[in-house]
T-cell receptor, first 110, second 114 residues
């Protein structure tokens, strides 16, 4: 069973703070993804990585960066959190086809 | 890049009726089309998928059809049950830029009433 674990289920941060969302997978998958989920907008791809130290922008990368220093860990960084980044963040991993999601982090920026 | 549109955004049916959700995609190079179900408070999970070399696939009460010419694909749920109530997402995957990534539709909230 693939396990994708996100470090926090709920997070409340202040505007301007630097925020780190961590994701760890245990299946040695090369591809890892960060999505944000908003009502009516579905799952939108922020960044993805296909190998260690490699990253590619998704559809909405503005205001975010990522880090992939180890194969099993993919971090999403909000350089300076803003209220419009309040959302559910989902990490995913997959090899060729099926994507396996983490449980999500609900981030509130106040 | 790829764009996926999904309709309807909400769908309400009586138990036992059928439900159909439709998606269109823009990138003709896309070759894999999965459907995910997300129950309230849970993570999305794959329920069925179809590849571009197949026109239809069935798994018990769910089926997916693909029309490559029209660039649309649909999810069909027959004999709906209350436990089918969830948000359903379609997605498309193509070799965009040489790397695989999944682009999702906006989701359909399905409510099955007893």
């Amino acid at each position: 069973d693939v396990k994708v674990t996100q470090s926090s289920r709920y997070l409340v941060k202040r505007t301007g703070e630097k925020v780190f969302l961590e994701c760890v997978q245990d299946m040695d998958h090369e591809n890892m993804f960060w999505y944000r989920q908003d009502p009516g907008l579905g799952l939108r791809l922020i960044y993805f990585s296909y190998d260690v130290k490699m990253k590619e922008k998704g559809d909405i990368p503005e205001g975010y960066s990522v880090s992939r220093e180890k194969k099993e860990r993919f971090s999403l960084i909000l350089e300076s959190a803003s209220t419009n980044q309040t959302s559910m963040y989902l990490c995913a991993t997959g090899l060729n086809t099926e994507a396996f999601f983490g449980q999500g982090t609900r981030l509130t920026v106040v | 890049g790829e764009n996926v549109e999904q309709h309807p955004s909400t769908l309400s049916v009586q138990e036992g009726d059928s439900a159909v959700i439709k998606c269109t995609y823009s990138d003709s190079a896309s070759n894999y089309f999965p459907w995910y179900k997300q129950e309230l408070g849970k993570r999305p999970q794959l329920i069925i998928d179809i590849r571009s070399n197949v026109g239809e696939k069935k798994d018990q009460r769910i089926a997916v059809t693909l029309n490559k010419t029209a660039k649309h694909f649909s999810l069909h749920i027959t004999e709906t049950q209350p436990e089918d109530s969830a948000v359903y997402f379609c997605a498309a995957r193509g070799p965009s830029g040489g790397y695989n990534k999944l682009i999702f539709g906006a989701g359909t909230r399905l409510a099955v009433h007893p």
